[in-house]
């Protein structure tokens, strides 16, 4: 089955600690990307990758980053994670001929104290 | 800046043909429309896009005006499974790639 997975689904921490986010999808496709959704808002997108080894900021990249060793593996890590980075989570991907047409996981609810 | 209006909220009743309206009246001449829908906090799942002609496909159908200024999303036959927040998006180009604006949709409500 075609599908985008992220791990953990629900994660509490506290201020400082770091962490990371898993995604993956077994569609072989090249772009994957990380949104993040809070309440009323839409969704804004924090970091995407064109391919391997090619990563590039989105709307809000500030205190994440993201690593693209492999094709179908795009993490999204917190070093020092804040208050202010709660929030819902969500990895999507798409093939490169049809980057809009996105595929998204289920989502990482996060809760920062 | 999200570049579509949307309707914070909307009910049809179920069997009914839901219509959802969205004004995209800065969009420029390149600049498609898509329309996503989330379903109580899941991933949004791709629906339909278009440029200018009306285009359809086994979930939904999209009218856009003439003038491209709005575009409506109809659902023909809504069922109860088809509550969820409907989002009417633009894509825009980016330095190196395309970018879906995401507004904050319209939340539809199906009732029995």
């Known amino acids: 089955e075609a599908q985008v997975t992220q791990n953990p689904r629900y994660l509490i921490t506290v201020t400082g600690k770091k962490l990371t986010v898993t995604c993956s999808q077994n569609?072989?496709?090249?772009?994957m990307s990380w949104y993040r959704q809070d309440p009323g808002l839409g969704l804004r997108q924090i970091y995407y990758s064109m391919n391997v080894e090619v990563t590039d900021k989105g709307d809000v990249p500030e205190g994440y980053k993201v690593s693209r060793k492999e094709k179908r593996n795009f993490p999204l890590i917190l070093e020092s994670p804040s208050p202010n980075q709660t929030s819902l989570y969500f990895c999507?991907?798409?093939?490169?001929?049809?980057?809009?047409?996105?595929?998204f996981g289920p989502g990482t609810r996060l809760l920062v104290l | 800046d999200a570049k579509t209006t949307q309707p914070t909220s909307m009910d049809c009743a179920e069997g009914r043909a839901a219509n959802l309206p969205c004004n995209h009246s800065t969009i420029s001449g390149n600049e498609y429309v898509y329309w996503y829908r989330q379903i109580h906090s899941q991933g949004p799942q791709y629906i339909i896009h278009?440029?200018?002609?009306?285009e359809t496909n086994e979930m939904a159908s999209l009218i856009i005006t003439e003038d491209r200024k709005s575009s409506t999303l109809i659902l023909p036959h809504a069922t109860l499974r088809d509550t969820a927040v409907y989002y009417c998006?633009?894509?825009?180009?980016?330095?190196?790639?395309?970018?879906?604006?995401w507004g904050a949709g319209t939340k539809l409500i199906i009732k029995p």
């Open positions: 278009g440029l200018k002609n009306n």
């Open positions: 999507a991907s798409s093939s490169w001929t049809d980057q809009e047409t996105q595929y």
């Open positions: 998006i633009v894509r825009v180009a980016g330095d190196s790639n395309y970018q879906l604006i």
């Open positions: 569609m072989n496709h090249e772009y």
